[in-house]
C-alpha cells in the first residue's frame, strides 16, 4: 500500500503522466500539499543503484547501475539497470548486455538515449574475468563494456529495453566519458580512460580523444586531455550559445572549437579542481531575454589536493572538501568571478535546475572525494566520509552574499554514485550512493558505514505549498523561431491576481543524464513572452519559440513549464526541433505584441507593482 505521502505524489503527477495529456488538457488550478513543501519523502525502490540516471519519459525514470549482485534479477542475472515508474513507485527490471561502470549518456536530437563506454566484465567484488572471458562467462552475465554503446528509446507501456550490441560500438574504450549533445541534435563523446583506476595514472592508459555518435570516423586527439593528467576522468564540458565548448579538468579550462578543431585555453580555475574524483556541484544559470541568454557556469566544492595527492597511498578520507564557489560566463568574459561560497566543503554536491529560476543542491560529503578501494584508511571502501545532509536552494538573481538558503534535511547518506533529476511536476527524484565494489548490505558487512542504496526520494521544493497553475494551450513541439504562441491562464492560475501576469515566465528545461554529480545535458532557457490580460482577470501570455539558435537549447526531449510568481505548473513534454538528427530547421522570429493590461484591473488588484 502507498504511503499518504506518496499517494500525493501519485497525484500531483498526474497531469503529466502522458505527453497528449499534458499537451492539451486544461484544468482547474490547484494548491499543492503545504505538509510536503520543503520536504523529502521516501516514495520506493530503484531495484538497481543509481550510478546513473534520467527522465526518459514524463513519468518514467531509467536507472543504469554498474554490474554488481543486485538482489533484483532479469534474464536469469542480477540487474543492473532500471525501469522506475514515478506514478505507481515501481520498478522493472532491464537487461543490459554489458558492465555500464562509469558510462557517460545524453539524449540525442531523436530522443533516443545513448549511454556509452563502461568497464570490462567483471565477476564478485568488481574483480576483473580474464581477458579470455569478457563476453558474458562471469557469474553476473556480464560483457565488457569498454567501447560499448547502448540505445534507448523511451516508453510509457514497459515495451521498450535497452540495445547493447556489439556491431554498434566503439573503435577505443572509454571509461568516464563525457558526452554532449550538439546543435544537430547527435552528440560528441569525450575522453576517459581505458581500464579505470583512482584517477587517470598512466599515459598508456589516458584516451586523450574524442569522437561523435552517429560517428564520423576515427577519434580525433583533444590535446586538452594530454595536458590534464591524472585528474581529466569525465571532463566537464558544456556547449555554449556560440557553438563552441567549455571544457575544464584539473585545474584548467579551455573552449574547443570543435567544428574547426581549434582549442583555446583559459585561465586556471581558481582554488580547487573541480572534476570528477573531487566532484564539484557545476551547473549552467538560466538563461533568459533578460542575459540574451548567456550561458554562465558554476562551480562549487570540490576537493584544493594538488597533482601529487591523487594518489591512495594516504588518507584521502579524512581530508575536507573545498567549499569556494565560482562562475564563468565564457561567450561574454573569461574571467573567473567569485560566487557566495558554500556553508562547509562538499564534494559530490548536485545541482540540479529548477523551474523557478533556482539551483537545487544536494548530496555529497564533507571530507575525501568520489571513489572506493580497499585502502586501510577506506571507511568500509568509500573513500568520503562525513555525508552532507543538509540540501540548499541557490539563486542567481539574489544580491551577492545572500544567493544561499536552506531547503531540506535527507537522513540517507548520499555520497559516491548518487544521482537526482527534475521531475515534470517541479520536485526532484534522488536516489543511489554505493561506494562500493559490489551491492554490500549490513548483513554482509555489519562493520561497514556505507552501503548500498535503493531508496528513491521525492524533494518537494518551497512552492509545493503554494496554487500551481493549469495553464491551457500548453505545446508538445517548439521550433527555432517561427510563429508565436498562446497560453491561457485563468484567475485562479494566477492566484487570484490578475497582476501576476507580470510575473509570469514560459520555461523550458533538459533535465540531462545525471550521474557522478552532475547532469550532462542539463539547462533551463526561459522564452521571450509578453501579455494580454483580461478584465475579467484571466490572462493571454503570448510566447516565442526557443531562439534561432540550436546551440542555446540543443534539439530533444524536454519540459515546458509556465512559472507563475515562482510557482511551476505540471510541465508538458515537448520535443524542440524536428525531431530529427541533422541541421535544424531556423526560422525568422515573429515579433510578440506589446503587453496590454487595462487600468481598471490594475487598479481592482492594488496597483502595479
Given at each position: 500500500?502507498?504511503?499518504?505521502?506518496?499517494?500525493?505524489?501519485?497525484?500531483?503527477?498526474?497531469?503529466?503522466?502522458?505527453?497528449?495529456?499534458?499537451?492539451?488538457?486544461?484544468?482547474?488550478?490547484?494548491?499543492?500539499?503545504?505538509?510536503?513543501?520543503?520536504?523529502?519523502?521516501?516514495?520506493?525502490?530503484?531495484?538497481?543503484?543509481?550510478?546513473?540516471?534520467?527522465?526518459?519519459?514524463?513519468?518514467?525514470?531509467?536507472?543504469?547501475?554498474?554490474?554488481?549482485?543486485?538482489?533484483?534479477?532479469?534474464?536469469?542475472?542480477?540487474?543492473?539497470?532500471?525501469?522506475?515508474?514515478?506514478?505507481?513507485?515501481?520498478?522493472?527490471?532491464?537487461?543490459?548486455?554489458?558492465?555500464?561502470?562509469?558510462?557517460g549518456g545524453t539524449v540525442l536530437g531523436n530522443g533516443t538515449w545513448l549511454n556509452a563506454g563502461g568497464n570490462q566484465a567483471i565477476t564478485y567484488n568488481g574483480t576483473a574475468m580474464p581477458n579470455d572471458e569478457q563476453?558474458?562467462?562471469?557469474?553476473?552475465?556480464?560483457?565488457?563494456?569498454?567501447?560499448?554503446?547502448?540505445?534507448?528509446?523511451?516508453?510509457?507501456?514497459?515495451?521498450?529495453?535497452?540495445?547493447?550490441?556489439?556491431?554498434?560500438?566503439?573503435?577505443?574504450?572509454?571509461?568516464?566519458?563525457?558526452?554532449?549533445?550538439?546543435?544537430?541534435?547527435?552528440?560528441?563523446?569525450?575522453?576517459?580512460?581505458?581500464?579505470?583506476?583512482?584517477?587517470?595514472?598512466?599515459?598508456?592508459?589516458?584516451?586523450?580523444?574524442?569522437?561523435?555518435?552517429?560517428?564520423?570516423?576515427?577519434?580525433?586527439?583533444?590535446?586538452?586531455?594530454?595536458?590534464?593528467?591524472?585528474?581529466?576522468?569525465?571532463?566537464?564540458?558544456?556547449?555554449?550559445?556560440?557553438?563552441?565548448?567549455?571544457?575544464?579538468?584539473?585545474?584548467?579550462?579551455?573552449?574547443?572549437d570543435y567544428k574547426n578543431n581549434v582549442e583555446y585555453a583559459v585561465a586556471d580555475i581558481p582554488y580547487a579542481v573541480r572534476v570528477y574524483p573531487a566532484s564539484a556541484g557545476t551547473a549552467v544559470f538560466p538563461m533568459?531575454?533578460?542575459?540574451?541568454?548567456?550561458?554562465?557556469?558554476?562551480?562549487?566544492?570540490?576537493?584544493?589536493?594538488?597533482?601529487?595527492?591523487?594518489?591512495?597511498?594516504?588518507?584521502?578520507?579524512?581530508?575536507?572538501?573545498?567549499?569556494?564557489?565560482?562562475?564563468?560566463?565564457?561567450?561574454?568574459?573569461?574571467?573567473?568571478?567569485?560566487?557566495?561560497?558554500?556553508?562547509?566543503?562538499?564534494?559530490?554536491?548536485?545541482?540540479?535546475?529548477?523551474?523557478?529560476?533556482?539551483?537545487?543542491?544536494?548530496?555529497?560529503?564533507?571530507?575525501?572525494?568520489?571513489?572506493?578501494?580497499?585502502?586501510?584508511?577506506?571507511?568500509?571502501?568509500?573513500?568520503?566520509d562525513d555525508p552532507v545532509y543538509q540540501s540548499w536552494y541557490f539563486d542567481p538573481r539574489a544580491p551577492s552574499g545572500s544567493r544561499w538558503a536552506k531547503a531540506a534535511t535527507s537522513d540517507i547518506p548520499r555520497m559516491?554514485?548518487?544521482?537526482?533529476?527534475?521531475?515534470?511536476?517541479?520536485?526532484?527524484?534522488?536516489?543511489?550512493?554505493?561506494?562500493?565494489?559490489?551491492?554490500?548490505?549490513?548483513?554482509?558487512?555489519?562493520?561497514?558505514?556505507?552501503?548500498?542504496?535503493?531508496?528513491?526520494?521525492?524533494?518537494?521544493?518551497?512552492?509545493?505549498?503554494?496554487?500551481?497553475?493549469?495553464?491551457?494551450?500548453?505545446?508538445?513541439?517548439?521550433?527555432?523561431?517561427?510563429?508565436?504562441?498562446?497560453?491561457?491562464?485563468?484567475?485562479?492560475?494566477?492566484?487570484?491576481?490578475?497582476?501576476?501576469?507580470?510575473?509570469?515566465?514560459?520555461?523550458?528545461?533538459?533535465?540531462?543524464?545525471?550521474?557522478?554529480?552532475?547532469?550532462?545535458?542539463?539547462?533551463?532557457?526561459?522564452?521571450?513572452?509578453?501579455?494580454?490580460?483580461?478584465?475579467?482577470?484571466?490572462?493571454?501570455?503570448?510566447?516565442?519559440?526557443?531562439?534561432?539558435?540550436?546551440?542555446?537549447?540543443?534539439?530533444?526531449?524536454?519540459?515546458?513549464?509556465?512559472?507563475?510568481?515562482?510557482?511551476?505548473?505540471?510541465?508538458?513534454?515537448?520535443?524542440?526541433?524536428?525531431?530529427?538528427?541533422?541541421?535544424?530547421?531556423?526560422?525568422?522570429?515573429?515579433?510578440?505584441?506589446?503587453?496590454?493590461?487595462?487600468?481598471?484591473?490594475?487598479?481592482?488588484?492594488?496597483?502595479?507593482?
Open positions: 500500500m502507498l504511503s499518504p505521502s506518496a499517494i500525493a505524489h501519485v497525484l500531483a503527477l498526474a497531469l503529466s503522466a502522458c505527453a497528449a495529456c499534458a499537451a492539451t488538457t486544461t484544468s482547474t488550478a490547484s494548491s499543492s500539499s503545504s505538509t510536503l513543501a520543503n520536504t523529502f519523502v521516501y516514495v520506493g525502490d530503484s531495484g538497481v543503484s543509481a550510478q546513473q540516471l534520467f527522465l526518459g519519459r514524463p513519468n518514467k525514470v531509467y536507472v543504469v547501475d554498474k554490474t554488481e549482485g543486485n538482489p533484483l534479477q532479469v534474464a536469469g542475472h542480477p540487474a543492473w539497470a532500471s525501469e522506475y515508474d514515478t506514478t505507481t513507485n515501481t520498478v522493472r527490471a532491464m537487461d543490459v548486455l554489458s558492465n555500464s561502470f562509469c558510462a563476453s558474458g562467462q562471469s557469474p553476473y552475465g556480464d560483457w565488457d563494456g569498454g567501447k560499448a554503446i547502448r540505445l534507448l528509446d523511451p516508453c510509457d507501456d514497459e515495451s521498450c529495453d535497452w540495445v547493447d550490441t556489439s556491431s554498434l560500438y566503439m573503435t577505443t574504450r572509454r571509461w568516464y566519458p563525457t558526452l554532449e549533445t550538439l546543435e544537430d541534435g547527435t552528440a560528441i563523446i569525450i575522453g576517459g580512460c581505458e581500464w579505470g583506476g583512482y584517477v587517470n595514472y598512466a599515459d598508456n592508459q589516458n584516451n586523450p580523444t574524442f569522437e561523435y555518435w552517429p560517428s564520423r570516423g576515427q577519434p580525433t586527439t583533444l590535446n586538452f586531455l594530454l595536458n590534464t593528467m591524472p585528474v581529466n576522468l569525465f571532463p566537464l564540458v558544456w556547449l555554449l550559445p556560440s557553438g563552441n565548448l567549455f571544457v575544464q579538468a584539473e585545474f584548467q579550462a579551455e573552449i574547443f533568459t531575454p533578460g542575459n540574451n541568454w548567456t550561458a554562465t557556469i558554476i562551480f562549487c566544492g570540490g576537493s584544493d589536493m594538488e597533482g601529487d595527492q591523487w594518489y591512495t597511498n594516504w588518507t584521502i578520507s579524512a581530508y575536507p572538501a573545498d567549499a569556494s564557489c565560482v562562475t564563468i560566463t565564457p561567450d561574454v568574459d573569461l574571467t573567473w568571478v567569485d560566487d557566495d561560497a558554500l556553508d562547509t566543503g562538499r564534494s559530490m554536491g548536485q545541482f540540479i535546475n529548477l523551474p523557478d529560476g533556482r539551483l537545487f543542491y544536494v548530496n555529497g560529503a564533507h571530507l575525501g572525494t568520489a571513489g572506493y578501494g580497499n585502502d586501510s584508511w577506506a571507511i568500509g571502501q568509500s573513500y568520503a559516491y554514485h548518487s544521482s537526482a533529476t527534475l521531475l515534470p511536476d517541479g520536485s526532484v527524484l534522488v536516489s543511489g550512493s554505493n561506494p562500493n565494489a559490489d551491492y554490500v548490505n549490513e548483513t554482509m558487512e555489519p562493520d561497514y558505514k556505507y552501503y548500498t542504496q535503493y531508496q528513491v526520494e521525492i524533494f518537494y521544493p518551497d512552492y509545493w505549498g503554494k496554487t500551481k497553475p493549469a495553464p491551457g494551450g500548453m505545446p508538445s513541439n517548439l521550433t527555432y523561431g517561427g510563429s508565436y504562441f498562446d497560453v491561457t491562464l485563468s484567475l485562479a492560475d494566477l492566484d487570484n491576481d490578475a497582476l501576476n501576469i507580470n510575473a509570469t515566465q514560459a520555461v523550458v528545461i533538459r533535465t540531462g543524464f545525471s550521474t557522478h554529480a552532475m547532469n550532462m545535458g542539463q539547462r533551463h532557457v526561459e522564452l521571450d513572452t509578453t501579455f494580454t490580460a483580461n478584465d475579467d482577470g484571466s490572462a493571454t501570455l503570448h510566447v516565442s519559440q526557443v531562439p534561432p539558435n540550436p546551440a542555446i537549447l540543443v534539439p530533444g526531449p524536454a519540459l515546458f513549464f509556465i512559472v507563475v510568481n515562482g510557482v511551476p505548473s505540471n510541465a508538458s513534454w515537448i520535443m524542440v526541433g524536428n525531431g530529427e538528427l541533422g541541421d535544424q530547421p531556423v526560422y525568422d522570429v515573429e515579433p510578440l505584441p506589446e503587453s496590454t493590461i487595462s487600468a481598471q484591473v490594475v487598479a481592482d488588484y492594488g496597483g502595479w507593482r
